[in-house]
């Protein structure tokens, strides 16, 4: 997914220690001679993740399969300043997991057992390298599910869930993996390890789950992660609904909130990317404008009440077709062409570059046309796919690298889009993290005081700066630094914004 | 309670002054008795009218190694540990705005002031609620609600604070003033420090705003009450609608040592939905009795409360948290440890967290609170203690916080080196 740049680009450089032969064979006294992974050949498979216009080299790939392994590898990191990267499934698609020079991958992949089922207190408690549709599998026959459901579900894992803090669809409605992670077992970056949270709810002290959940790997590594399922509703219902544009999509989706539901799911398609879905997947949608796609659940009469709601107002607000999925065939055939939406964007362009930013959604008639206006400008096509329930947007920005300029265009283009869910009043990210990517941007959304007091509890948590670092903040900030004085937003100098 | 002791006059009166440059004379005070927080006197009210005025004073105060009390509502000031010292009550009465409203994006930010009753009713104007339900919303403060991590009933369907609060802005003991996540409920840009401060009982920073996002008024609501045989029974009923197909808000046991355990579930939604489940509910409940009691049993955790306030000498009240499956272990266990002549009464939540009252001699409370918290510890549960009786020895509120205390206190040295912010009232003496 994300883009096919093939450039690796120049990445911070940490200060760290060439990791020499004798903490090589060190690291595979700890793991066995499998569990380490040195050659370059080898290594390649962990330069980057789902964002592959970044690519660094690790000195190594550890691969433990326990927590004291994990503690034992950190140990030594620590003792030696080595920096190093947890890794999931590496489809992340913000360069989280992207390597760091002269640093060690900690590859959670061998760590994937689902430790516990709990199904009468509803908690389910796994190893990092557990595959997030797993989890609901093994909890289906009971009908339980595990809500967050970000696309690529199939293959990422809990542990880099959990990092990035992945949403999903249905996040709308059940809340993103921070509401679903009740405790975590965390290896600290000097390999201490600690429990933040457990099975039963607010133990005494800090949030600090709530806190390490998000952050993309900068404060440890979880190595146990106490779940909770939630009971599969009585009946799920999906709405289909085709309109001339985003415009009307959109009122009727503003119309729904005004009316007061709060379905499962609400996700819109504009005409670009439904091309796209349809020629990868045949999800037999309808060639419109923009697709509203509604999912309602709960039970059945519940459900009936609404949807007959939705069906109206879809209708007021100019849909031309609206088509109830009748099976759970049909159902899902409909997920999938937006579940591939990103990766179908190959069928339509050669290159893309997947976008990720949030708006308050009363905005969106105004993004959508300045990214129509952005991109007629840049001469470049935008695909968009988003959950318009919550106002995140994926515009999938297409272009093609043979074309001399055209990849910088693009990337340009992108980067202003974000710039416009900044002035927007949103985030520069809603799901897929800050990572490598984002970095830069995070200094046009919040202000130095706002980052330098985030990084007070990295320094808490990592003052040698050793887990992930040169990710998410801008500037790293030295521990013990005395911190500065207050700084005006960039967004209150320049008028958008104002402090009360 | 030594409150009627007479203010501290050691406050240097250079400190005072230089208050008095920020904070026009008549929101800057001398403490009186009624200002004691737990017993402790401090010497200075100071109510900043907005959020810079707020960091500056904070400053000050840290700068001159003076411990600050932040208050809001005051509902829940005696909650946690008696302060280690107290000079400087931070309130915030004036900063009660609703700063803004956009309903149409479900979200609403506040000053730390507002109260949640007005901040409910601003939201209600356009069908919407804060799907949060805590003590005492006419007095209780969006920052202290949020401080002291207080949800009721409707947190088995909704979330408690951490899943309601999207954005929050913070000043720190050194006069930082800092925001983090925002007005979009999706945003996954830094840290989560909204989630941080939520619980923190003022000890890393004083909140000066919050956001958070809303959820639209039920069309229609309705309680069903049934009285069961015994615990066991209530139990597998509580245990029989988690596992169901049920959309029901809110469920409870209610019980007590004079009390048949009774369970109430709450629906919201459409009138016929409604019908359906409450039918369905029924054949659940099998022969058990229904009980008429109606919305009231909701406001159950206040009632209880409100005899500690009454009752203040010989009762004491703690938070509980156990496993779902086995509330009714520890409705028992309570009902065994305060057998020695001792009343109780419990209200516990579906999700595990519950509310026990115990009132009768001073000594015996202690014991029993001390036997609850080694049973709940050993279970992974825990007990804290918000309410003592006035004559009781002192006892932790909070009990073990287990193998991240020292990060917990590294977090603290982070954000409040110098101990400013409500000096020794949380876990592990923070």
């Known amino acids: 997914m994300a883009t096919g740049i093939s450039q690796p680009r120049e990445t911070h450089i940490v200060d760290a220690r060439i990791v020499d032969a004798r903490i090589f064979d060190e690291l595979r006294e700890i793991v066995g001679p499998r569990g380490l992974i040195t050659s370059r050949e080898e290594l390649h498979t962990y330069e980057c993740d789902g964002l592959t216009n970044f690519r660094v080299l690790p000195r190594a790939v550890l691969l433990p399969d326990s927590t004291e392994q994990v503690q034992k590898i950190v140990r030594v990191c620590h003792r030696e300043k080595i920096p190093f990267v947890a890794r999931g499934s590496g489809t992340g698609l913000s360069g989280g997991a992207l390597p760091v020079e002269n640093g060690v991958v900690i590859s959670l992949t061998r760590m994937n057992k689902i430790l516990e089922v709990d199904i009468p207190n509803a908690r389910v408690t796994v190893e990092p390298g557990v595959i997030n549709l797993d989890v609901t599998a093994r909890v289906a026959p009971q009908e339980y599910f595990y809500a967050p459901d970000p696309s690529s579900q199939s293959v990422c894992s809990i542990g880099g869930n959990v990092a990035e803090n992945s949403g999903g669809a249905h996040c709308l409605k059940y809340g993103f993996t921070t509401t679903h992670v009740l405790g975590l077992e965390v290896v600290l970056a000097d390999g201490s390890l600690v429990h933040l949270g457990g099975k039963t709810l607010d133990a005494p002290g800090y949030d600090l789950m709530g806190v390490f959940v998000g952050s993309e790997g900068t404060l440890g590594i979880a190595t146990k992660i106490i779940l909770r399922i939630v009971k599969r509703p009585e009946c799920v219902q999906t709405l289909l609904a085709a309109f001339p544009s985003t415009n009307e999509a959109g009122a009727a989706v503003s119309d729904m909130i005004a009316a007061g539901m709060l379905p499962a799911a609400i996700e819109m398609m504009d005409n670009l990317a439904i091309q796209a879905a349809e020629a990868a997947v045949h999800a037999n949608y309808p060639n419109c404008g923009a697709l509203l796609l509604v999912e309602l659940d709960g039970p059945v009469a519940e459900v009936a009440a609404l949807m007959a709601h939705v069906n109206e107002i879809c209708k007021k607000s100019g849909a031309w077709e609206i088509r109830v999925a009748q099976s759970d065939a049909e159902r899902a055939l409909v997920w999938k062409g937006r579940k591939a939406a990103f990766a179908a964007m190959g069928r339509i362009s050669p290159n893309y570059i997947v976008q990720d930013g949030v708006i308050p959604r009363t905005e969106l008639p105004n993004v959508m046309r300045e990214i129509g206006r952005l991109s007629n400008e840049a001469g470049l096509r935008v695909a968009n796919v988003f959950h318009a329930g919550d106002g995140n947007l994926h515009p999938l920005v297409l272009y093609d690298r043979r074309i001399s300029g055209q990849e910088e265009a693009a990337e340009t283009l992108s980067g202003k889009i974000l710039e416009l869910c900044i002035g927007a009043g949103g985030s520069i990210t809603g799901e897929h993290g800050v990572g490598e990517d984002k970095k830069k941007m995070m200094s046009k959304m919040y202000s130095e005081p706002d980052l330098e007091t985030m990084q007070r509890v990295r320094c808490a948590f990592d003052p040698l700066n050793l887990s992930n670092p040169s990710k998410v903040f801008p500037r790293p900030r030295l521990c013990g630094e005395k911190p500065g004085e207050y700084v005006a937003h960039p967004l209150e100098t320049a008028g958008i914004a104002e402090r009360f | ?430």
Request: net charge neutral; proline share 3%; with cysteine.
């Open chain 2, 1 to 430: 309670m030594d409150a009627s002791a007479s203010p501290k006059t050691s406050l240097s009166s250079t400190f005072e002054s230089d208050v008095r440059k920020i904070i026009a004379a008549e929101h800057v005070r001398t403490a009186g008795a009624s200002d004691a927080v737990a017993g402790v006197q401090p010497s200075l009210v100071v109510e900043p009218g907005n959020e810079q005025e707020l960091a500056k004073v904070l400053k000050l105060a840290n700068d001159v190694g003076m411990a600050v009390i932040p208050r809001g509502g005051g509902t829940k000031l005696e909650w946690g540990n008696r302060p280690a010292r107290a000079d400087l009550i931070l309130s915030t009465a004036r900063m009660n705005r609703v700063i803004e409203h956009a309903w149409a994006d479900l979200t609403v930010s506040a000053e730390a002031g507002c109260t949640i009753a007005k901040l409910q009713d601003t939201v209600a104007k356009h069908g919407q609620r804060l799907a949060l339900d805590p003590l005492w919303p006419e007095r209780a403060t969006v920052g202290g609600v949020l401080s002291t991590n207080d949800s009721g009933v409707l947190r088995l369907r909704f979330g408690s604070l951490r899943d309601l609060v999207i954005g929050a802005t913070v000043a720190l003991a050194d006069g930082t003033v800092a925001s983090s996540g925002g007005k979009v409920v999706k945003n996954v840009a830094g840290y989560d420090l909204p989630k941080l401060v939520t619980g923190a009982f003022g000890t890393l920073g004083v909140i000066t705003r919050a956001i958070f996002r809303l959820h639209p008024l039920p069309k229609e609501k309705r309680t069903i009450s049934v009285v069961t045989r015994d615990l066991t029974e209530a139990q597998r009923l509580v245990l029989a609608i988690q596992n169901s197909k049920l959309a029901h808000s809110a469920l409870q046991i209610r019980c007590g040592a004079e009390m048949q355990p009774r369970v109430d579930v709450l629906f919201e939604g459409t009138e016929t939905g409604l019908s359906a489940q409450s039918a369905q509910l029924k054949l659940m409940a099998g022969e058990a009795r229904e009980d008429d009691a109606g919305g009231k049993v909701w406001n159950r955790r206040e009632e209880i409360l409100s005899r500690t306030e009454s009752d203040g000498e010989n009762c004491a009240m703690g938070k509980f948290t156990t496993l779902p499956v086995e509330i009714a272990e520890t409705v028992a266990m309570i009902g065994k440890i305060a057998a020695s002549g001792l009343r109780w009464s419990v209200v516990a939540q579906a999700t595990g967290i519950g509310l026990v009252l115990i009132d009768g001699a001073v000594s015996e409370i202690a014991a029993a609170l001390r036997g609850l918290r080694e049973w709940l510890g050993i279970r992974g549960g825990s007990l804290v203690v918000v309410r003592r009786p006035a004559g009781m020895a002192e006892l932790d509120a909070w009990g073990d916080s287990g193998d991240a205390l020292g990060l917990m206190q590294a977090v603290k040295r982070q954000f409040d080196q110098q101990g400013t912010l409500n000096p020794g009232r949380f876990v592990g003496g923070i």
